[in-house]
């Protein structure tokens, strides 16, 4: 058995993971989160996980909860491919299945049951469909025996079972008002009706069942855009405050709901519909202040954005809105080019430091005041230092100046000797010339 530290919650269990994990770990399914010390969002997630231990035991899982510190097993966690904290994942045999969706316990139990059981999930009479039916928004069948359908269906559904369940079924099983052109087939349940996929329209299978996974219509939020971007489908959204039962955010809702519904067949492989609960989300997306309510289409693989041009009054004007993106007459905005790029780090940057004020002013000042504080006195002195050496130059200078002017006058013995000099050669000349005069007397 795994060597383990049991740490108790209530009653429940998380196993605390050392290194024998993974030499013994293949028969049971574990489902692990693997964590630092240090991270804050460990931190956070720690309680939850707690809470999934408790729950897993007492509805009699078979699935084992644990933990482990990456940064001590650190080869362990690269094996399993962690790369960021914290990492869930839930192992079955030599497969490893990541966990993306919101931390909460209802989630991450939601999707340990979903990937630990059966990947097909047979439903052999009308009852348990209904049945099934009403807990799934979305549900994804396969109708018919053996075929390479059949085949490629369980393929997608190893990739995809960390989204959505897949199940199987006759055709007898599945309501009259079905109709299917041909056996076998793969049909989707959602928006109180169903669609077929056609190889031919539709495309590669799996590509198909991750465009059809979510509804028509969504409440958007941080994460389900994420997603959504796996979609490669453009993301029409009406921005509005839930709270606020006002005509116009009523009214720019209901008109993105009665697109998603009467204009499916025209949009649905193109886009995805909603509508997203204020605009903070949307503005640091944008790295833009949107007034709400208001209506904006995403392209969530290259970050570019639509504004409409001019009012939204009907339904009418928002489907001639989704044609100029589709024919390229709408101005596309944003993007992820190098300006972008730019923007994004100085958006970024002034939002952190805002963000810093704003929830505690005397770290924000201790934070970014000090760094300004050395900067400045760094500043100071090289600038007092330059100043310090001009004015040593300049006196040196005017020493040497000084000294070249008194080497040009000479020094005080060599002018004394020149004034004698001159004397002496004075007193010769007087004598020379007395000589003459005596000379002319005698």
């Known amino acids: 058995t795994v060597v383990a530290h049991v740490v108790a919650s209530g009653a429940g269990f998380v196993e605390d993971l050392d290194e024998s994990f993974k030499e013994n770990r293949k028969d049971d399914i574990w489902l692990v989160d693997f964590y630092a010390p240090w991270c804050g969002h460990c931190k956070k997630l720690e309680p939850v996980w707690n809470e999934v231990g408790i729950e897993m035991k007492n509805m009699g899982s078979p699935v084992k909860v644990g933990k482990m510190d990456a940064t001590s097993f650190s080869s362990i966690a690269s094996e399993f491919g962690v790369r960021g904290y914290p990492t869930i994942k839930l192992l079955k045999g030599d497969l490893a299945y990541n966990y993306r969706g919101p931390r909460t316990k209802d989630d991450i139990i939601e999707f340990a049951n979903r990937v630990a059981g059966p990947l097909i999930r047979p439903l052999p009479s009308q009852h348990l469909f209904e049945h099934v039916k009403k807990r799934h928004r979305v549900l994804f069948v396969y109708v018919g025996g ?16 960390v989204y959505t369940y897949f199940f199987s079924a006759s055709e007898d099983v599945l309501p009259e008002y079905v109709t299917l052109p041909e056996l076998p087939a793969v049909v989707v349940f959602k928006d109180g009706t169903y669609f077929v996929y056609d190889e031919y329209e539709d495309g590669d299978l799996s590509s198909w069942i991750n465009r059809e996974r979510f509804q028509g219509y969504l409440n958007v939020d941080g994460f389900t855009l994420y997603e959504l971007g796996d979609t490669g489908k453009l993301v029409a959204i009406a921005v509005i405050d839930d709270k606020n039962s006002s005509v116009e955010h009523t009214r720019l809702k209901s008109i993105i709901q009665e697109v998603a519904r009467d204009y499916r067949d025209h949009f649905h492989r193109d886009f995805q519909f909603g509508h997203m609960d204020g605009n903070d989300y949307i503005n640091s997306l944008l790295m833009d202040d949107l007034t709400i309510p208001t209506i904006v289409v995403l392209n969530t693989s290259n970050q570019q954005y639509f504004l409409p041009d001019r009012h939204i009054e009907n339904t009418e004007d928002m489907v001639q809105f989704i044609n100029n993106i589709l024919d390229g007459t709408a101005e596309a905005q944003g993007g992820d080019g190098f300006l972008q790029r730019i923007k994004r780090i100085i958006y970024d940057a002034k ?49 040497e100046n000084g000294e070249r002017e008194l080497t040009d006058e000479g020094s005080e013995e060599e002018q004394e000797e020149e004034k004698n000099g001159k004397y002496t050669e004075l007193s010769d000349g007087e004598l020379t010339q007395k000589d003459i005069m005596e000379k002319k007397k005698d």
């Open 146 to 161: 053996e075929s390479p359908l059949k085949e490629k269906y369980i393929e997608v559904a190893s990739e995809l079972i």
């Open 351 to 399: 939002s952190t430091v805002m963000s810093v004020f704003k929830s505690s002013p005397l770290l924000g000042c201790f934070l970014f005041g000090l760094p300004l504080g050395v900067i400045s006195i760094m500043c100071y002195g090289i600038c007092t230092a330059d100043t310090d050496g001009v004015v040593e130059e300049h006196e040196a200078a005017k020493k």
